[in-house]
């Protein structure tokens, strides 16, 4: 299976749930797939105007793929999974969470060292401490050439979804 390949089946899973754009630039970076989810859950008596609570969920999705992934290409890219957390979450006092997921698609084998740096990697934020919600990063890489996937510690939650 090639980078298209696997991406596009990434597309078909997530078209059901997600509002999809090909080919999406933010930060100066190219990505394959950009999604994006917004679920709004409310509790009413009687009328849908009299609404006693409100809670919202939102999921970013971006995808990129790579030839081959050094230090510098990882570490611009786990940068602007975090400018995606300042740019794209709206706390408010009905926002729950937020979940930014990073995936890049790899061609060519990755080193031990950059395992690590992605294993390790940690983003959360909690907003006026939870009550407005909170935001993480997820990160996920998909090695090719191995038929591998090696993500962060909330990286696992999806993990079998987007399995090869």
Known sequence: MNSNELIGNIQNK?????????????????????????????????????????????????VKSYANLDEKKLLQFQSTLINATEDFVNPHSEHMSSIVTGIIVLESSLNKELEKEIKKFKFTKNFAFGLKGWVYIRLLVIDLSKGEMITNKRGREVRKFYQI
């Open 14 to 62: 997530l078209s059901k749930y997600f509002d999809i754009e090909e080919t999406y630039t933010y930060k100066n970076i190219d990505f394959n797939t950009f999604a994006k989810s917004y679920v709004r859950n409310e509790k009413y008596i009687a009328s849908k105007k009299a609404v006693i609570y409100a809670f919202e969920n939102n999921e970013f999705i971006f």
